[in-house]
C-alpha cells in the first residue's frame, strides 16, 4: 500500500487499466445539459456524448467540480494512505485547482494528520495524465509525499501536446480562445494546431488543410523530441480511423516507451468540439 495517494481530475484522460493499476482517484468535473448534471467520463459515452453535440439547439456547459466532492475523495484516500497529492488541470483553464485548494483547508480542520498537497499542472488531457502518472509510479515504490511531488514537477515542464482542431468555435464560445480568433480561422477554413503556453491553450500554428495539419503535427513533434525514446498519447473527438492511424505512424516513426489511444471526454469535448486529432506528449532526456 502506498503511503501517498494520488488525486486528479477527470480531464487527465489516463487509461482505466493505469488507474486501477496506481490506485489512482479521478474526479470527475460536471457537464450541465438541459438542466441535469452529468460526471465527466462516468454518465455519457464519448461516442453518444458527440452525437448529441453535433446535433444539440443549445451546447452543454461545464462547471468545476465542487469542493464538498474534493472533501469526500479525501477522506475516501485517507482510509488507505496517509498522505495525498492532488494535481489538478490548469488554473486558466478551469476552477477545479481552487476547488481543491478550498477543500484541502477543510480537510486540515476534519484530517489533522493527513498531510495533503495541491499541484497545478498548467496542463489538461494526457499531457496532465503522464505528470499523475509520473507521481503515482513514484508513489508506488513508497516514496514520501514531497519526492511524489517532486517527480510531478520534474516532468511538467517537459510535457505538452498538439492538437488538430476542426473549428475554433467551440473554445470562442467556451471563452478559452477570443470569438475574433475563431470567427478569422473559421472564415479562412483554417486549421490550427494548439499547444500549451504557461498554462493557456494558444494557437502554434496554422495548416490550410487537415492533412496538412496531421503531416505539420507530424513534423513539430520530430523536432522537439528528435531520437529521444517517447511518451505519447493520441487523442481525438469522434475521430477513431484517424486517430489509430496517427497511432500507428507515432509507432513506426519514434521510439515509444509508452504509446496510448484515447478519446477526448464529454467536458472537454464541450470546448473542443468533435473533429479534434492531438497527441500529448514529453521525450525522455
Known amino acids: ?19 486501477e493499476r496506481y490506485g489512482i482517484q479521478v474526479v470527475p468535473l460536471d457537464l450541465v445539459y438541459e438542466k441535469r448534471v452529468y460526471r465527466d ?43 495525498i497529492l492532488c494535481i489538478t488541470l490548469s488554473s486558466k483553464l478551469s476552477a477545479v485547482f481552487d476547488s481543491a ?19 497545478d499542472s498548467g496542463l489538461s488531457t494526457m499531457a496532465l ?29 517537459k510535457v505538452n501536446m498538439l492538437v488538430l482542431m476542426d473549428t475554433l468555435y467551440y473554445l470562442a464560445k ?17 486549421k490550427p494546431i494548439l499547444h500549451f503556453d504557461q498554462g ?25 523530441v528528435g531520437k529521444r ?10 475521430e477513431p480511423q484517424e486517430a489509430e492511424r496517427l497511432r500507428q505512424t507515432l509507432a513506426e516513426r519514434f521510439t515509444c516507451v509508452e504509446l496510448y489511444l484515447g478519446e477526448l471526454t464529454p467536458v472537454m469535448g464541450t470546448h473542443a468540439g468533435p473533429g479534434v486529432l492531438g497527441v500529448s506528449y514529453y521525450a525522455e532526456d
Not at 439547439?57 to 484516500?77: F, H
Not at 525514446?229 to 469522434?238: F, Q, R, Y
Request: a positive charge.
Open 229 to 238: 525514446p517517447l511518451h505519447a498519447a493520441v487523442m481525438h473527438s469522434d
Open 174 to 190: 467556451g471563452g478559452r480562445v477570443p470569438a475574433a480568433a475563431a470567427w478569422a480561422v473559421d472564415k479562412l477554413d483554417i
Open 101 to 119: 485548494r478550498g477543500a484541502r483547508e477543510l480537510a486540515r480542520e476534519l484530517m489533522p494528520n493527513l498531510a495533503i498537497q495541491v499541484l
Open 129 to 157: 495524465g503522464f505528470v499523475v502518472l509520473a507521481a503515482a509510479q513514484a508513489a508506488a515504490k513508497g516514496k514520501s509525499l514531497e519526492e511524489v511531488r517532486a517527480a510531478a514537477e520534474t516532468l511538467l515542464p
Open 1 to 19: 500500500m502506498s503511503r501517498v495517494g494520488i488525486i486528479t481530475d477527470s480531464t487527465s484522460s489516463i487509461p482505466k487499466e493505469l488507474v
Open 41 to 83: 467520463g462516468v454518465d455519457f459515452a464519448p461516442g453518444e456524448f458527440y452525437q448529441l453535440l453535433r446535433e444539440a439547439k443549445k451546447l452543454p456547459t461545464t462547471s468545476a467540480t465542487s469542493p464538498g466532492t474534493y472533501l469526500n475523495a479525501y477522506r475516501e484516500m485517507a482510509q488507505t494512505v496517509d498522505s
Open 200 to 224: 493557456q491553450v494558444k494557437i502554434l500554428t496554422r495548416s490550410r488543410t487537415r492533412a496538412g495539419g496531421i503531416r505539420r503535427m507530424l513534423q513539430i513533434l520530430a523536432e522537439k
